[in-house]
């Protein structure tokens, strides 16, 4: 059975009894988090959305990957499974591209972590791909001006974390142990 449906007497025995299944999303109660049936999975609408740059931060170079790049990614899509997204120009709408990118580079595990990123589509600045309606954290290494200057207009500069690799090539097992946290999101996520 599919849809809202009224929670009857006769729905609640036959529920009961096993004769009729509940699919799909549903709300639980008055959480603002969601339940599917179908495949147990829980949304975390609490969770903030983590945009991820590839050049700088995943890779050192063109050709070697960030030192515990799949610590990283391991440590983000198990905290963020459902809100990690590719914020970079190796993307633009298609999750695919990024792995055919960089995929040759890395190892299978890591592939398919990568597998699990969502995709952006943007043009001019990567500002204009972020829910600012949300919390989130910014994974990259360099920011333009208009992206400094849409951050700032959105009191969210903090959530840029500048990743450096040239100063700190272990900066990304940083992030393993001490996970950053959005402004205004508090340590219950």
């Known amino acids: 059975m599919y849809g809202i449906q009224a929670l009857t007497d006769t729905l609640e025995r036959d529920l ?3 004769k009729v299944h509940l699919g ?9 988090n969601r339940h599917c049936n179908e495949c147990e999975v829980d949304f975390d609408t609490k ?21 515990y790049s799949k610590e990283f990614l391991a440590t983000v899509l198990e905290r963020y499974p459902h809100t990690t997204y590719w914020l970079t120009t190796h993307c633009d709408g298609d999750s695919n591209v990024p792995i055919q990118h960089i995929g040759h580079l890395f190892d299978d595990e890591t592939v398919e972590l990568m597998k699990k990123i969502k995709p952006t589509s943007w043009q001019t600045a990567k500002t204009r791909a972020i829910d600012f309606d949300r919390p989130f954290l910014w994974f990259d290494d360099d920011l333009f001006y208009e992206e400094k200057e849409t951050l700032v207009s959105h009191g ?19 992030f393993v142990t001490s ?11």
């Open 16 to 18: 009961k009894a096993g």
């Open 47 to 67: 969770a903030p959305n983590i945009y991820l740059d590839i050049d700088g931060v995943l890779l050192a170079n063109d050709l070697t990957p960030a030192n």
């Open 24 to 32: 799909g999303c549903a709300i639980m109660g008055a959480d603002p």
């Open 179 to 189: 996970f950053p946290l959005p402004v205004n999101i508090t340590q219950d996520i």
């Open 156 to 174: 969210a500069l903090d959530n840029w974390i500048e990743v450096d690799l040239a100063k700190n090539p272990d900066q990304l097992a940083e």
